[in-house]
């Protein structure tokens, strides 16, 4: 090691170019190296998220936002306002995908809900400067199971053939989903 190493360290941008160059861009212990954290979200009062990051790990699970009797009307959509804009600052996001719904039998009460979540979604990540897809139910469903008509419980039997745990057939979903996304990025 000489001075020059030692008063200019190498960065984090240095090491991730380091490994993308070795081994086929594969990084430590053979996981791969990309070049995004992916976000991925099945929108709902109980949120699906699957986040793969730039050296390959793949996180997962559900987050409430059930109302509670003592919150005010608003309090849902500023919780879940600032639980993604924490996750996206945490986890360094750069993409952002997200199930798109299109509603011809639900409820309006659904639709409004899903409206609201969608609405701050598309707010959050463009303050945070992610790009943002969508992708609609059957599209994921036939690219996860082979089916576009899949079930929950399908969704979770894929999830956990593949080697997940998830909590939830939301977070079922939402792997589906950043499946999908890492697809795509891969095209």
């Not at 986890?91 to 409004?112: C, K, L, M, N, P």
């Not at 400067?129 to 399908?154: E, I, M, N, R, Y």
Request: with cysteine.
């Amino acid at each position: 090691m000489t001075l020059e190493d030692l008063a200019f360290p190498p960065t984090v941008q240095d090491d991730l170019q380091a490994l993308q160059k070795c081994a086929g861009a594969a990084g430590p212990a053979g996981v791969a190296a990309h070049a995004r954290n992916l976000l991925a979200l099945d929108l709902g009062t109980q949120t699906g998220y699957a986040l793969r990051r730039m050296d390959g790990t793949i996180s997962h699970g559900t987050e409430s936002f059930s109302p509670r009797k003592s919150w005010t009307p608003g309090q849902r959509w500023l919780r879940y306002r600032s639980w993604l804009s924490a996750l996206i600052e945490r986890e360094q996001i750069h993409a952002v995908t997200f199930e798109r719904v299109v509603f011809g039998h639900s409820s309006a009460s659904a639709s409004d809900v899903y409206g609201g979540f969608r609405a701050l979604t598309e707010m959050v990540a463009d303050a945070h400067h992610c790009t943002l897809d969508s992708v609609a139910v059957p599209t994921v469903k036939k690219h996860w199971t082979g089916h576009g008509f899949a079930k929950k419980p399908d969704m979770i039997a894929e999830a956990k053939r593949r080697g997940f745990r998830p909590d939830t057939d939301n977070a079922a979903d939402a792997l589906a989903i950043l499946h999908w996304a890492i697809a795509q990025e891969d095209a």
